[in-house]
Structures are given as C-alpha cells and as structure tokens.
C-alpha cells in the first residue's frame, strides 16, 4: 500500500543539521522534484532531473552534493574541488551559490564560483587555501583549467543545471572536455528542461544507468498562468508596455535583440517607470547591479533578451509582458517561466501588431495554451483588468536616486516621455488594488512582499505571500 503522507526533507534522508537550517529559512516541505530525485541522489546514484525552471531543482542537487560531501573524508586542496556544478550563466551561478552558502558553511565547506566578464584573480584566490565545491560557467572554467590553477581529478559529483540551456549556447563542447576529466566512476546529476539539442547524447556518454525523475516538463503550460494576447497597433506598442508596467508589482519585459532591451529600457525611464535593462552587451558588475534593483524593488521593471531570460530566478513576478513575441514556442515558455513559479500565480502578455498576429497564433498553438485574444490601445479597460492597480510614474530624479548609474542607458530623464521637474500624478487605474511602488520601497498595494526585505529562495510556510524560486 502507498503511503500518500507528505514527504519532509528528514523522510527523504537529509541530514538533521541541513534539515534545521533549511527549517529556520521556513523551508520544510520539499517541492515534487526533490521529493523525487533526493533519494536517489543522496545514494549516490547517477540522476537525470527533468523539470521546468522554479520547479525547485537548485535544493535538488544541493543537498545530496552537501551531504555526501559533509559524509567524506577528503582532504582539501587548492584548486581541486570534490564537487562541480556548471551552469549556463553568471547570473544563475550567482543564485547556485546563493543557495549553498548558508548551509555549506555550517558543515565547514568551502564553495568558489568561476565565471567570465570579471577578473580572475578573486576567483584564483578564493581556492589557493582549498575548495570543496566550484560552481562555475564552462566558459571560463575552460580557462583555468588550461592554466593550470583548476584540476577535476579529485571531483567525486558533477552536476550539469539548465543542460539544455547550455546546449542553446553552444557550451556542449566546452562541457564535454571538463566531464571528460572528472573521474568515471564519480556520481553525476543532470537537470534539464528538455532532452534534445545534444543533451541526450550527454545522458547516454556520462550518466551511468541514470534514475530518471519528470516534473512539470517545460514544454506543458503552467496551469496558474493567465496567459492573455493583445493586438495593438505598433505606434501603440511603447504606451501599452508603460501602462502595464506601472502597476504595482514586478514586470518583466522581453525583446528579442539587445538594442531593443537598451532602447526599451530607456524609453520606460523617460516615462517614468523605474527600469533596467539585462542582456550579454553589459558588464559583469553592470549585471549584477541590474539584478540587484529589480530584486530590492528599487526598479519594477526588468527589460531582458531571451538570452538572460534564462538565468534570472526573481521572487513574485507577476507580470510578464513579450514586447516582442519570441520566435518559437519554447523561447515563449522559458520567458513565461519567470512568473507563476512553483505553484504561485503569475500573468503573461504577449504584445502582436497586425503583421505578427498569424506567427502568435502559431506559436500560442504549439506552446499548448489558449490565450485570451483582445483588441486594445492604451487607456483601454482591458489593461486595467490584467495588472490592476493604481499606475504610479516617478520622476528623472525619484529614478536616478532609486537605480545604479551604470552607463548612458541608464542615465534617467533624458529622451522623450514629457518628464516634467515635479512629481507626477498618479494615473488613473479605475479598479483594483491600489497604491504603487515607490522605487526602493518593494511592491507596496500588490499584496506580496517586494524590496530589500524579499526573501529569496524556496517558498516560505510563513505568510509572506507566494514566493517560488529555484
């Protein structure tokens, strides 16, 4: 007879120091890709993980690779981790090691991250005195390795995240050369969206008869997304995107090319949206501010490419809006993917001018959803009903106070948008929630939490709201 009683993280084999520390975070009731995988990979066996991004796949492999490694009794040394984690992006490294940090220091383990677009030297240092776990970005890893300051002689666990991603980058190759100089008979974890462009040949070339564990594949659609399609006209497009993104809460808008991003992002600051911009043209640290606005609140809106759709993992986004529709159906579900995770609600809008309308359809069809299909300019009811909530603008100076001053893209009050030198007004919303986010304040009126107060991570048991990340 099964036992249908809910798993903890105790019942699945987690060690009872992480179990507490995960409890004092509010974490205590796996997600289902945990609860599938984690027996599994904390014995040692080879895992491929299949779900969709905010499935809650980063504990997935961070507890079994803590446990086993706490379990061990490897020396240090430096340079030469027992455990690697590769990852597509620098932003998903970041959030990788984000997560690790609290409970590997309790248990005494070192972790380093390694990615391009900063110096090197921090990240050399970090292992002259040992390291026990490297989460790194293959490209830059690649480097050090040919330089002889990293060997993955002594790695007992690898871990691929986001493979399939990878594999959209062209990192395969690069992949393939670091697995082939980890130790054959070490574990390996894999976790992926999707099994094609290459990743299943990774599967059968490095997973040795791997346990295979599916939840909420990435090509189904998130059953708590509202997925709506607006027909606009294309004089129209940069005043509808203002209006949705001035509602409370946390918008992300995506365009297909980075100069779309830049000017975007741009034309947002000059109305009076506190935005910033995230695609590959930027600078590390110009990135990691970015990120670091919109997950404060200091900015509501994040205007992405496809490319960065990928890495960024922000609690409560509730609004995601396709600027430009994607090109193919999966670019629409990974965009989408930011909102809605993990079982929270989340809404998306794709914006399709006459000449797009047929390629949108298209594309609604083979994603799986039915969107609602409604003729709208800005001002319209309709937008109202989608994020509602009194519209709140700022002004050049409210904005450049709130936002980092990385470059001309992000100087504030220039350009068009009528920005005056006084406070705007708030727009008339007509209904719903009211109140907007003043930049640095969170998401005041939209109900969750928001600012330098949110908590990132694992949906909490407290009553903060329906936070889902990685």
């Known amino acids: 007879m099964a036992d249908d009683r809910p798993h903890t993280f105790a019942s699945l084999g987690v060690p009872a120091p992480l179990c507490q520390i995960l409890a004092e975070g509010g974490i205590t009731e796996p997600f ?13 066996r080879d895992v491929l993980g299949r779900g969709r991004t905010g499935s809650g796949k980063t504990l997935a492999f961070v507890l079994p690779v803590l446990t086993r490694l706490a379990q061990g009794e490897s020396t240090r040394m430096a340079g030469t981790p027992r455990a690697l984690i590769l990852a597509p992006t620098r932003e998903l490294v970041a959030q990788i090691h984000a997560a690790i940090t609290p409970l590997a220091k309790p248990l005494g383990l070192h972790t380093v991250t390694i990615f391009g ?20 970005c293959p490209g830059r890893l690649e480097d050090l390795i ?16 986001e493979a399939d991603h990878m594999a959209d980058l062209g990192f395969l190759p690069v992949v393939k050369k670091l697995l082939d100089r980890t130790p054959r008979d070490g ?53 509808v995107v203002t209006e949705l993104a001035s509602a409370p809460g946390r918008t992300m808008i995506f365009t297909r090319t980075k100069h779309r991003a ?23 640290n110009t990135r990691t501010r970015n990120m670091a606005a919109f997950s404060e609140g200091r900015a509501t809106a994040l205007v992405a490419t496809d490319i960065a759709a990928r890495g960024i993992h922000v609690d409560d986004v509730e609004l995601v809006v396709h600027a430009d529709p994607p090109i193919e159906h999966k670019a629409y579900l990974h965009r989408s993917g930011r ?30 959803i039915n969107p609602t299909v409604t003729n709208a300019r800005s001002g319209d009811a309709i ?53 907007g986010a003043r930049p640095g304040s969170g998401r005041s009126g939209s109900g969750r939490p928001g600012g330098p107060g949110s908590s990132g991570g694992q949906r909490r048991t407290s009553s903060s709201g329906g936070s889902a990340s990685r």
Not at 146 to 161: A, E
């Open 383 to 435: 937008l109202t009903q989608i994020a509602p909530g009194e519209r709140q603008l700022f002004t050049p100076a409210e904005i450049a106070a709130a936002l980092p001053t990385t470059g001309p893209s992000q100087q504030q009050g220039r350009g068009g948008g009528g920005s005056g030198g006084g406070r705007r007004r708030p727009v008339s919303s007509g209904g719903g929630r009211s109140g």
């Open 32 to 44: 289902p890709i945990q609860a599938a995988t984690l027996p599994d990979s904390l014995a040692g």
């Open 262 to 284: 830049k000017q975007l992002t741009k034309q947002l600051n000059a109305a009076g949206v506190p935005a910033v911009e995230m695609h590959g043209n930027l600078a590390q």
């Open 187 to 239: 574990q390996r974890m894999l976790f992926s969206a999707t099994l094609d462009n290459g990743i299943d040949v990774l599967v059968k070339r490095y997973l040795s008869s791997p346990i295979t564990h599916s939840v909420d594949s990435a090509q189904s659609p998130v059953g708590t997304m509202t997925h709506h399609v607006l027909h606009i006209a294309a004089g129209d497009r940069l005043n």
């Open 339 to 368: 909102t809605a995770r993990a079982g929270a609600e989340g809404t998306v809008v794709t914006l399709a001018i006459e000449d797009q309308r047929r390629d949108v359809a298209q594309l609604a069809r083979k994603a799986g």
């Open 146 to 161: 040919g330089q002889k300051l990293v060997h993955l002689d002594k790695v007992d666990i690898t871990v691929l995240d």
């Open 117 to 136: 677009g900063v110096s090197q030297g921090p990240q050399v240092n970090g292992m002259r005195k040992g390291v026990d776990i490297i989460v790194a």
